[in-house]
């Protein structure tokens, strides 16, 4: 049985990954930890720990307590925000990344970090963005990104630590808000539906990139965490997404449930800048070939769920 610590366990993918590992692997065997205290389902259900993840001995005290075998490391300042404070982005980023690594070289343990169509660039190829391609985000997010990616591949060849990692687009949930993304918009045009309030979009029109809902992104890191090495030509980072629309596609999508809903457009600079530089849809058929991945959620689906879900949390 697993023993695995959640870092970053208080944030968007946190809160749902804590309670899909805690149903797989048992209550007591997944720690949850974070810089803010965490309370309150799922994080009651069992061991939670405080940790600054730019501090590596708070890291390495848990990882030894527990015996910890499995580090999910999702510790980060998302794309937006990132660009109002980019030492921070920095920082937290690269420094509890370092230090999950040096942990995990010294205690044995495997490491989950996620990436994201963040590390991609303008002059990446913007059409079925190949698994392997020009990586030169020109955000202090996309740097943290594929140094990630370049350090998880770095400590797997040098120290053999079984590092692993998908590159996420933005992701869709009913149960937790937003915290800065780029892609914070496909989000929040639900919430203002169910609402009935207009929506204002910060991205123009034709303005296409990767998306998922959360549960295929849960299935994401579980998967590829439970895949057979022996198959995986690469670790660092796999394409993976689910769906591509801009906020016409996505607006035509809900407007069949709320025919009366509104939306205008009123692009933010700093938003607009960085959507322009990811891709519009990436080439995810290496993750499907090395260790089957295969989303469950089209647009239309989606859709139907977060509306279900927002109704009971909202209205």
Same mark, same amino acid.
């Given at each position: 049985m697993k023993r695995i610590l959640i870092v970053g366990a208080g944030g968007q993918i946190g809160s749902e990954l804590t309670r899909n590992l805690r149903d797989i692997y048992g209550d007591n065997n997944v720690v949850c930890s974070d810089l803010r205290p965490l309370t309150g389902d799922p994080y009651e259900r069992g061991p939670v720990e405080r940790i600054d993840s730019t501090q590596i001995m708070q890291i390495a005290t848990v990882v030894k307590n527990y015996q910890i075998d499995t580090i999910y490391n999702l510790a980060a300042i998302l794309s937006a925000t990132a660009e109002l404070n980019p030492m921070l982005g920095w920082n937290v980023g690269i420094g509890s990344l370092v230090n999950c690594l040096e942990v995990a070289r010294l205690f044995g343990c495997a490491v989950f970090t996620p990436s +994201?169509?963040?590390?991609?660039?303008? /002059?990446?190829?913007r *059409?079925?963005?190949?698994?392997?391609?020009?990586?030169?985000?020109?955000?202090?997010?996309?740097?943290?990104?594929?140094?990630?990616?370049?350090?998880?591949d770095y400590y797997f060849t040098r120290f053999g630590v079984d590092t692993r990692s998908v590159r996420f687009p933005g992701l869709i949930s009913h149960m937790t808000l937003p915290g800065g993304g780029t892609t914070d918009y496909a989000v929040e045009i639900y919430y203002a539906a169910v609402k009935g309030e207009k929506f204002v979009c910060p991205l123009k029109k034709g303005t296409f990139m990767d998306m998922m809902y959360m549960p295929d992104a849960q299935k994401a890191m579980i998967d590829i965490m439970e895949a057979d090495p022996t198959?995986?030509?690469?670790?660092? +980072?796999?394409?993976?997404?689910?769906? /591509?629309?801009?906020? *016409?596609?996505?607006y035509a999508a809900i407007k069949k449930h709320y025919p009366q809903f509104e939306m205008v457009y009123e692009p933010e600079p700093i938003k607009q800048a960085i959507a322009d530089s990811w891709p519009d849809k990436m080439d995810d058929s290496c993750a499907r070939n090395e260790w089957g991945w295969n989303p469950q959620y089209d647009l239309d689906r989606m859709t139907e769920d977060m509306i279900l879900n927002l109704k009971k949390k909202l209205l």
């Open positions: +994201s169509i963040g590390a991609f660039g303008p /002059s990446t190829p *059409e079925n963005t190949p698994q392997d391609t020009i990586q030169r985000p020109n955000t202090i997010y996309g740097v943290t990104k594929v140094t990630g990616e370049l350090l998880s198959k995986l030509v690469h670790r660092n +980072s796999f394409n993976v997404t689910a769906m /591509s629309f801009d906020p *016409e596609i996505i």
